[in-house]
Structures are given as structure tokens and as C-alpha cells.
């Protein structure tokens, strides 16, 4: 598996009687130092978000509570990872397109990132993205 290719990442997870515990820490559990953190949260039935790529950043992405599927195309081929545990997640490295659907009722999305946001950083028209991919 190359530098750049999405992958499942799974995290410690801290079995307790009490309740579990997962964490993450930034270059050590995820390829990258996190900048940035955003959630997605009370999504409606049959919406979808995040059809785009980053030019840069990079991001990992875990279904905190719920589930939702993740919609990647790296330009030739697409793939779809469904997520519904708060301990795994998916990373996605940049120029990857991805969008999100089916999300469950209740399901929150988190997202860490490697930069700030920055709207120039975004790919947001997929012709586009294909063109500047495959030449
Ligand atoms: P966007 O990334 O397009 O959402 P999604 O990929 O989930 O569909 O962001 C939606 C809006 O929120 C857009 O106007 C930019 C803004 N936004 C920020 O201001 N900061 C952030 O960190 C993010 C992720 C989005």
C-alpha cells in the first residue's frame, strides 16, 4: 500500500466495565498532525455531504456514534467503506474525492484534518478533478 492510498486505520480501544475508551493522537495513530477537527451532525435522511477533493489536506474520519458510508474515487476507481464504530476510521490522504451518505439516524461524523480551512484547498467540481487527475 502506497503513501497515498485510503486506508482503515483501527485505534486502541480501552475495554472497561465502566464504558470504553478509544483516542487518537496526531502522526502516531493517524499519518498525519491534526490541525483541525469538525463534525457533522444532524444530518437528514437521504442527504449526502463532501462531494470534493483536498489538494492538501489530508483527513481522518470516524463514525463516532451511527453509521454512514464513504464514498471514495482516486480518479480510475471507486470504493466505498461503511463505518459504524467509534474505534476505526478511515483515512483519506489528499486528491482523493470523497463523499458521504446513508448516514443513520443520529449519526455524528468526526473528522480530524491536517490543515486549517481554507475554501482555495477544495475541489469541488469532479469533471475537473478527473481532468487534473488522469491528464
Ligand atoms: P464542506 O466541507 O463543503 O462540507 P461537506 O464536505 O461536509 O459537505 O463545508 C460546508 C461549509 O462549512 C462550507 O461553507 C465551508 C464551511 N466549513 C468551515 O468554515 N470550516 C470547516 O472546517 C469546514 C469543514 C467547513
Known amino acids: ?5 485510503p486506508y482503515i486505520i483501527e485505534l486502541p480501544k480501552i475495554l472497561d466495565e465502566r464504558g470504553n475508551l478509544s483516542f487518537l493522537e496526531g502522526e502516531k495513530h493517524i499519518p498525519f498532525g491534526i490541525n483541525r ?31 454512514f458510508d464513504v464514498t471514495l474515487h ?8 461503511s463505518l459504524n464504530r ?8 489528499n486528491g482523493i474525492w470523497r463523499s458521504i451518505g446513508n448516514f443513520s439516524t443520529n449519526s455524528l461524523a468526526f473528522i480530524a484534518a491536517s490543515t486549517d480551512f481554507n475554501e482555495d484547498d477544495y ?4 469533471e475537473k478533478y478527473l481532468k487534473d487527475k488522469n491528464g
Open 37 to 67: 477537527t469538525y463534525w457533522i451532525y444532524d444530518v437528514p435522511g437521504g442527504e449526502s455531504r463532501g462531494g470534493h477533493s483536498y489538494k492538501k489536506n489530508q483527513e481522518f474520519i470516524i463514525a463516532l456514534s451511527g453509521s
Open 86 to 93: 467509534s474505534y476505526y476510521g478511515l483515512y483519506v490522504p
Open 74 to 81: 482516486d480518479g480510475v476507481t471507486e470504493k466505498v467503506y
Open 1 to 5: 500500500m502506497g503513501n497515498k492510498d
Open 123 to 126: 475541489e469541488r467540481n469532479f
